[in-house]
């Protein structure tokens, strides 16, 4: 019988990533969901209801995604995993598994943002900063999902002290934040 304790085997509530640069990231996309969330607000004001929609959007995944930075949740997801393929006598055949999970997650994400850019195309193009920022999280996300050692070293590449996965958060969280800041100028200047 399985039980919440035997699936998440060995991973336990606790801060995914303690040091100062887990920390800036997480406390970014917090910046970046305030942001968003007060623009996305003006915007509901202004009667712009499929813009405020887009940027609550926004808000919802920069929270979720700055959580998810410190309660590390893909690794109680993986840890589930682990546990199911041991019960279930296939784990010895993951990769399989692995593989198929990330290349069905990543063709999902990129999936969706084709869609968005072109089922919202004016939105896409208005926001232009914010969707390659999305973008490059969407890219970020798939390649941390993907868990492959080789490919976990290439984000974890160290150039002179920066790591290339602080690259590709941090410039898809500043990239959506510096659109709804932009935006916010924009629209407070036509006011006045």
């Given amino acids: 019988m399985w039980s919440i304790e035997y699936l998440t085997g060995r991973w336990s509530p606790g801060i995914g990533d303690p040091h100062f640069m887990g920390w800036f990231t997480a406390v970014s996309y ?14 509901n004001q202004m009667e712009e209801r499929r813009g405020g929609r887009f940027w609550l959007a926004i808000t919802a995944l920069m929270l979720f995604l700055g959580v998810n930075k410190q309660l590390d949740l893909q690794s109680l997801f ?19 598994v692995q593989v198929s999970f990330s290349a069905a997650f990543t063709t999902a994400l990129i999936g969706a943002f084709l869609w968005f850019a ?11 900063l914010a969707s390659f920022g999305l973008l490059f999280l969407i890219g970020f996300v798939a390649i941390r999902a993907a868990a492959f050692h080789h490919v976990d070293e290439i984000i974890q590449y160290d150039l002179h002290g920066i790591k290339m996965n602080w690259v590709l958060e941090l410039a898809g969280i500043y990239m959506i934040m510096l659109e709804a800041v932009r935006e916010l100028f924009a629209s407070a200047i036509r006011k006045g």
């Avoid at 917090?30 to 915007?43: K, R």
């Fill in 78 to 96: 993986a840890e589930a995993g682990r546990q199911i393929s041991l019960a279930q006598g296939w784990y010895h055949q993951r990769r399989v």
């Fill in 30 to 43: 917090l910046v970046c969901a305030v942001v968003a969330a007060f623009f996305a607000t003006c915007l």
């Fill in 118 to 128: 072109k089922r919202h195309r004016d939105l896409y193009k208005r926001y232009s």
